[in-house]
């Protein structure tokens, strides 16, 4: 009987792992273009103030960790859901 509940409950954590795979990547998909965007202006500030912009290397850190989350989630690594199914976080800190 506990065997039949665990069956059931991997099945439909991997029907789970479809339905994050279309909401989520297509939401990382878009956000990873800017994060593109947002590296090629942060390389061009610092090439011209010779420091980084903090801000928007934090903000880069967002996506490499829910992209991180995404891909451990969806090659069942890991049952953390990625954004926006959990709250976003970072895993490292700007240096």
């Known amino acids: 009987m506990a065997k039949d ?3 059931s ?3 439909k954590e991997a029907l ?16 990873g273009y800017l994060v593109i965007l947002l590296a090629v202006i942060n390389w061009f500030i610092t090439l011209i103030s010779g420091k980084r912009n903090k801000d928007i290397a934090e903000f880069c850190e967002y996506w490499n960790t829910e ?9 069942s690594v ?12 970072r895993i490292s800190k700007f240096i």
């Open 16 to 31: 789970m792992r479809i339905i994050v795979l279309i909401a989520s990547g297509i939401i990382l998909a878009l956000f």
């Open 78 to 89: 890991s049952n953390t859901k990625p954004f926006p199914f959990t709250a976003m976080e």
């Open 9 to 11: 409950a991997e099945r």
């Open 5 to 7: 509940k665990r069956k």
């Open 67 to 75: 992209k991180y989350k995404f891909t451990r989630y969806l090659t």
